[in-house]
């Protein structure tokens, strides 16, 4: 069985890097793949940390709801960027400015 | 009474009222109104008794001084009631005739009637400082109707001229009035005429007022602008220079003669005498019609002074009825012969001074209505018997002589100088009459001039016949009639010999005129011709010293006061620019740099939400970070 730690280190070199490509990267279809992979490093620590308490499934359970509702907020945020793309043939943030002052 | 007095108002203000298309209107109001005046007049005149009749109307008070606007009806004033109002009413319907044509009608006539309504307000007062205060309105419209014709600059400066001459006058009367009220300390004359005791400065201030009178009457020094203020229309200086506004100075004095201490009465008697004989000498050689009335005026109205200061007011006060009649008659008839000459003179478009005596003669066969009334008017201005210049003038020697017997030898030299004045009457006259109605005609040959229209005529004709001496009095030599019988109850002291002599003397100068004017040979002597010179010595006096000092001052102006102010200027453009450079640069600097200080915030500030995502994301993190690693060490 492999020390806990690892887990952690990998997870939190996934959330670094899932925060520097919603930070970096300028398309909303990698800002959202930036935060699936957040969120799945979120699901590593869960499932992680459960280790730590043999005989129960907390963590896999949680990780489970997580991954639930991560495909609903891919589905709805996808389903945004197209709407988005449709109206103003872009799917840059960036460009999109009709809200700005 | 009031209405009297307020008629010749609402004439004015009806006058002013009315628009310049119903200007006919008032040709006929102004002469109704005033015939309406004249009636009641007249109702007063022969309702007169004895205690003098007085409207009381409060006027306003200071602390505990009352001033009241009385007025009251005594002999005097109700003789000079008619006459104002007589007068008025003639000169209104002769001004209808004369005027007729002139645009602006409708000032003339209100001026007139404001007049009339002023010079009313002298005769009923029962203040001196109302009668000052009517005393300039009269001053005020006769300054506008001499200068009526303002489009010609002889008028306007003849209105100004008598405008300043009459001020110069009128200070002195103000100063007399101020003496009065500070040391008798009241302007009632009902009060002042009653107080037998003399108050301090009584002469002093009788003399200032006197001065008042003297601007007001044209006596010497101050008569020069009478003769010029003939620029006016003639009815206006039938009206006002020559039968009632002028006989104010002289009815003023009659009026307050209570007042006058016998030095002050010797002055007056002076000056009158000075300015009868110099204007009478100046008359004589005079070529405008209007100037030989005019100086004639003077010179009677002198005489009317001498006769006040010799103690004769009554006598004074009988002339001034008379004369206002016969000199009135005199200068409307002139300007009747004016008139009509002038317009015979446009049908032909010939040129000529109408008014020079010297391009007149023969007349009387053209103009015999106005040759008429101006031989009558003109004998009673020489004094002739049986007519009424004769007859007052007779009562001012006879209070003469009285006079003269009771004083000291100069006295004699002022009885002797009237006599002289009378003898230069008769020659002017004579003058007058002669070169303009006789002899030849010269000019005027060719012009077919006729009568003026019955407007104009009728006024003469009454006013001519006014000049008989049945309307003073019944007996031709004795002037102790039923007129000065009012002004003078009881016997007066006279004797016939004075009217044999004064007769006598006066066939005696109408003799010596007919051998000197018969060929109608014209005498100059400059220094009469110039009124000796008066205005060319006020020029000399005043003028140049006033001009030379204005200039004076004109350059002590322009080199140290404006050389003090351009400095203070200076200094005061340099302090501006400094206080304008401090102002951009500190004030303004340090305003701005607040500015620019909260606007780079502003922007600093506002860079963060730049409304991009990932830019909060960032700086969230960041922070979250900041904060982690704060919490954690």
Known sequence: M?????????????????????????????????????????????????????????????ALFVIVVAVCEAAVGLAIVLRVYQHYQTSIPDEIQDLKE | MLMVFLLPLVSCVISFLLTDRYAWVITLTAPLLQLISMIGALIVFFSLSAEPYTLALPWFHIGEFIFSANLQINAVSAIMLVVVTVVSFLVHVY??????????????????????????????????????????????????????????????????????????????????????????????????????????????????????????????????????????????????????????????LSRIF????????????????????????????????????????????????????????????????????????????????????????????THFDVQDIRNLGGLRKKLPATFFAFALSGSALAGIPFFSGFVSKDAIFTGLWNWATMGTSWRWIVVVSAFLVSFITVLYTFRLVWFMFMGEEKSTQALDVTEAPLVMRLPIIILAVAS???????????????????????????????????????????????????????????????????????QLLFEKPV????????????????????????????????????????????VNAVAATSNGLGSFTRSFQGGKIQLYIFWSIFGLIIFLIWMLL
């Open chain 1, 2 to 62: 492999a020390p806990i730690d690892h887990f952690l280190y990998l997870s939190a070199f996934l959330f670094s890097a899932g925060i520097v490509v919603v930070i970096v990267k300028r398309n909303a279809i990698m800002v959202l793949l930036g935060i699936e992979l957040m969120l799945n490093a979120a699901n590593l620590n869960l499932v992680a940390f459960n280790i730590l308490q043999p005989g129960l499934f907390t963590g896999h359970m949680f």
């Open chain 2, 258 to 349: 209570a007042l006058y201490t016998p030095e002050a009465l010797d002055v007056v008697a002076l000056i009158g005498i000075i300015t009868a004989v110099l204007s009478a000498l100046s008359a004589l050689v005079q070529t405008d019609i209007k100037k030989i009335l005019a100086y004639s005026t003077i010179s009677q109205l002198g005489l009317m002074v001498t006769a006040i200061g010799a103690g004769a007011a009554d006598a004074a006060m009988l002339h001034l009825f008379t004369h206002a009649f016969f000199k009135a008659c005199l200068f409307l008839s002139a300007g009747a012969v004016i008139h009509v000459l002038h317009q015979a003179q446009q049908q032909t478009h």
């Open chain 2, 95 to 252: 001004s209808t005739g004369y005027m007729a044509g002139d645009e602006n009608n409708r000032r003339y006539f209100a001026m007139l009637g404001f007049f009339t309504f002023s010079m009313l307000g002298i005769v009923l007062a029962d203040n001196l400082l109302l009668i000052f205060v009517f005393w300039e309105l009269v001053g005020f419209s006769s300054y506008m109707l001499i200068g009526h014709w303002n489009q010609k600059p002889a008028a306007v400066n003849a209105a100004r001229k008598a405008f300043i001459f009459n001020r110069i006058g009128d200070a002195g009367f103000l100063i007399g009035l101020m003496i009065i009220w500070a040391n008798a300390g009241t302007f009632e004359l009902r009060n002042l005429l009653l107080q037998t005791e003399v108050f301090s400065w009584q002469t002093s201030a009788t003399l200032c007022i006197f001065c008042g009178v003297i601007g007001k009457s044209a006596q010497f020094p101050l008569f020069t602008w009478l003769p010029d203020a003939m620029e006016g229309p003639t009815p206006v200086s039938a009206l006002i220079h020559a039968a009632t506004m002028v006989a104010a100075g002289v009815f003023l």
């Open chain 2, 468 to 538: 008989l001496w049945f309307i003073i009095t019944i007996n031709p030599v004795d002037f102790n009639g039923w007129l000065f019988q009012i002004l003078h109850p009881g016997k007066y002291f006279h004797f016939n010999l004075m009217a044999a002599v004064s007769a006598s003397w006066v066939l005696l100068a109408l003799g010596t005129a007919h051998r000197m004017y018969r060929t109608g040979k014209n005498f100059n002597v400059k220094i009469f011709q110039r009124a000796f010179y008066l205005d060319f010595i006020y």
């Open chain 2, 547 to 590: 001009l030379a000092l204005a200039s004076f001052t004109d350059r002590i102006d322009r080199h140290w006061i404006d050389g003090v102010l351009h400095s203070g200027v200076y200094a005061q453009v340099t302090l501006a620019h400094i206080i304008g450079w401090f102002d951009k640069w500190i004030i303004d600097g340090s």
